[in-house]
């Protein structure tokens, strides 16, 4: 840590975005701080499937993912809330690495490559003078030329700095996702969805023959069950057959599951009071998409190359937000907002039933939704 705490760059959040735009920083020679509330390792609520467009873009960055043998998913089962089933192969196909292991891996190579990462440390404002930011931690004050939000699907910052999706509209819904490790007997090659009344869950295997088991609901379910999660799991989701087998055969990893609420489904915008949003904090994709993981990954390489044309003094900070805008609305805003349509349609439950039906015969339907959610290898 320099000794007057200024950096060329400040980052906010220690995910998947927030890492590895700090890696690739660091690789260009930059200066760079990143802030994590949380004390690495820890687990995150997450699906814990990644997109295979990735692969490589990770293995750059100096992760070397063949050597810790992660299962390689091709096939996507999907369920409707009555036990329809629907098979598809998956063209690119994607891994299954926990995020414990993945983000504590990058977090590493960061450290590695001279980036002054602060974990443990909660941000609690970030003020911009025309010049440089104040970043106000848990761990002194900090200056950068650039801050970047990287904290994820919700925040304090979120409030401090008055976004509009904070703002309570009783048209969004609030959503509650909850994850679990589980032992199973279950293809490695294989993600399965399973809808049920308001929501729909995922399970597919992560490394050492553990499955991740994730599900999203509406808080509404969780309300009528009196904010008993058991409870809604036996009342709600093991209506579906599938998950029914799942919940009652499975043994859980866990203690307690891991659960985050007040999710907001939506695009939030790329850039708020100057400072650059990546992954979750510019939108929130739904995770039925399985491609949440990606998008903030592909969001810092794209947003890595702007940085570097504005540290040569290539494009002032203004042409610099502008450009990220642009592409964030270019790449990925259509993405989410679909993905939020198809969250609206899993809802009803008959609609769900009926779409699932007809998808079964159409294959070219089904690869143009799989294609509408995911990238290519960046």
Known sequence: MNSQNKYQVGIVGGGLAGLTLAIQLADAGYSCVLFEKNKYPFHKVCGEYVSKESWNFLERLGLNLSEIHLPQIKKLNVSSPSGKLLQHNLDLGGFGISRYLLDSKLAEIAKKKGVILLDDCKVNDVKFDGMLFTIQSSKGNFTSELCLGA????????TKLARAFTLMNKKDKNYVGIKYHINIDFPDDL???????????????IENDTYCLCYLTDSE????CNGDIRQMEK????????LKKYFTEATFLFEEPLAISQIKIGYKNAVENNILMLGDSAGNIAPLSGNGMSMAMRSSFFL??????YFNKEI???ELENKYEAFWKTQFKKRVEFSKMLQKLLKNKS????????LKFFPFLRNTVVKSTHGEPF
């Not at 904290?151 to 979120?158: E, H, I, L, P, T």
């Not at 609609?351 to 007809?358: D, E, K, P, Y």
């Open 191 to 205: 993600i399965e969805l399973h809808n049920f009344e308001n929501g729909y869950c995922g399970i597919s295997k």
């Open 221 to 224: 379910n969780l309300k009528k």
């Open 151 to 158: 904290w994820g699907k919700k925040s304090n910052m979120d």
């Open 351 to 358: 609609l769900t039933n009926f779409t699932i039906s007809v």
């Open 304 to 309: 890595n190359k702007l940085l570097i044309d």
């Open 235 to 242: 009342e709600v989701l093991m209506k579906n057959p599938f």
């Open 316 to 318: 002032t900070q203004k």
